[in-house]
């Protein structure tokens, strides 16, 4: 049974610093792609950072781009997002995501986790 387990959301002031941490199990986990979304209340889910299965090319939604930093060790089966500079803006719950093709007829395997609240207030 696959599962993604995040961890280390919580309440920090403007300006701070947190950082989340996904562990996987029941999967090949460096066969896949991962990334995390977040959601906030009344908002589509949207992609916040990505990265590959080999660590070699990672993208970010602008927003957060020079703020946050996705990064994985394999040998850990864990993607880590680490996020500095937090604004209000940034408080959502936030999911990671692995993803592995199974080819061009097929759709890929997707595993979710069950989310962390990042809240940003004063």
């Known amino acids: 049974q696959v599962q993604l387990v995040e961890s280390g959301g919580g309440s920090v002031q403007p300006g701070g610093s947190l950082t989340l941490s996904c562990a996987a199990s029941?999967?090949?986990?460096?066969?896949?792609?991962t990334s995390w979304y977040r959601q906030a209340p009344g908002e589509a889910r949207e992609m916040v950072a990505t990265?590959?299965?080999?660590?070699?090319?990672?993208d970010y939604e602008d927003s957060v781009k020079g703020r946050f930093t996705i990064s994985r060790d394999n040998a850990k089966n864990t993607v880590y997002l680490q996020m500095n500079s937090l604004k209000p803006e940034d408080t959502a719950v936030y999911y990671c995501?692995?993803?592995?093709?199974?080819?061009?007829?097929?759709?890929?395997?997707?595993?979710w986790g069950q989310g962390t609240q990042v809240t940003v207030a004063s």
């Open positions: 990265i590959r299965s080999d660590s070699r090319s990672s």
């Open positions: 029941g999967l090949t986990f460096g066969n896949y792609a």
């Open positions: 995501k692995a993803t592995r093709s199974r080819g061009p007829w097929s759709g890929p395997f997707v595993y």
